[in-house]
């Protein structure tokens, strides 16, 4: 019967976003994933600065209302709840987006004040024998953020087209979609019928919403909202978040 070979010790990797080589020092949080024994780490291709209290993002960041009670477990530039802005680690090579819809990042002061960082992390990890691998959505074009309501506006163009296609190619005089996106839907599990909540935090006050028999929430899209874009605190996460026509 022949021998089985051991396994190999499975590698051990720590995701470390760059907000933390700034405040800590690249050396010293190398030390530390090291002392972990890990060989490997996840960073991303941005860059951050403190930020006036309210202006650019939160951080821990709301996380659908959790985040909104909780601190970060380690101080981040001396503070445990902070507000920050984010800017892309390098300049964008825009000439290979060019005609196409969804363009990256542009890049600010932030980006050439930091320019050196991610070079300098890639550098010293590859002098520690450290792998280093880039976090990037690859669910989301660059740039693209759905709060800053232009998927409502990229969704209307896509039914238009798809309802154009549909004449063209089928003759259709029953169109496909019959209505702009004029709704956000959220679906919650049926044990939460009546229990789900979203309020939105308005310049008015806020509104709240409760989820329905079947444990469902429609929310009209309200042009003054959509500029205001303010925050929204679930009670729990929805199964399923979508726009269309209801």
């Not at 976003?17 to 972990?36: S, T, Y």
């Not at 520690?128 to 693209?144: D, F, H, N, T």
């Not at 496909?176 to 679906?187: D, H, Q, R, S, T």
Request: neutral net charge.
């Amino acid at each position: 019967m022949p021998l089985r070979q051991p396994y190999a010790p499975a590698p051990l990797g720590i995701t470390v976003m760059p907000e933390w080589f700034a405040c800590e020092g690249i050396e010293g949080v190398l030390d530390r994933v090291q002392k972990l024994g890990a060989t490997a780490i996840a960073t991303s291709p941005y860059v951050l600065e403190v930020a006036p209290d309210g202006e650019g993002a939160r951080e821990p960041p709301l996380d659908a209302g959790a985040g909104s009670v909780r601190p970060l477990d380690r101080p981040l530039f001396g503070r445990r709840e902070l507000w920050v802005r984010t800017a892309p680690a390098f300049v964008h090579a825009t000439a290979r987006y060019a005609g196409l819809r969804y363009q990256p990042s542009p890049s600010s002061d932030l980006t050439y004040r930091d320019a050196d960082l991610l070079d300098r992390i890639v550098e010293t990890c590859e002098r520690r024998g450290i792998e280093l691998y880039l976090q990037v959505m690859a669910a989301s074009p660059p740039g693209y953020r759905v709060q800053f309501s232009a998927a409502v506006e990229e969704a209307n163009k896509a039914a238009v087209r798809a309802n154009e296609m549909a004449k063209e190619n089928f003759g259709g005089s029953m169109p496909m979609f019959p209505g702009m996106v004029n709704a956000v839907g959220l679906v919650f599990p049926h044990s939460a019928a009546g229990k789900a909540n979203v309020t939105i935090k308005t310049a008015d006050g806020p509104k709240n919403y409760v989820a329905d028999a079947h444990g469902e929430i429609k929310l009209r899209i309200n042009p003054k909202l959509q500029a205001e874009n303010p925050e929204l605190v679930f009670s729990q996460r929805p199964d399923w978040i979508g726009i269309g026509h209801f």
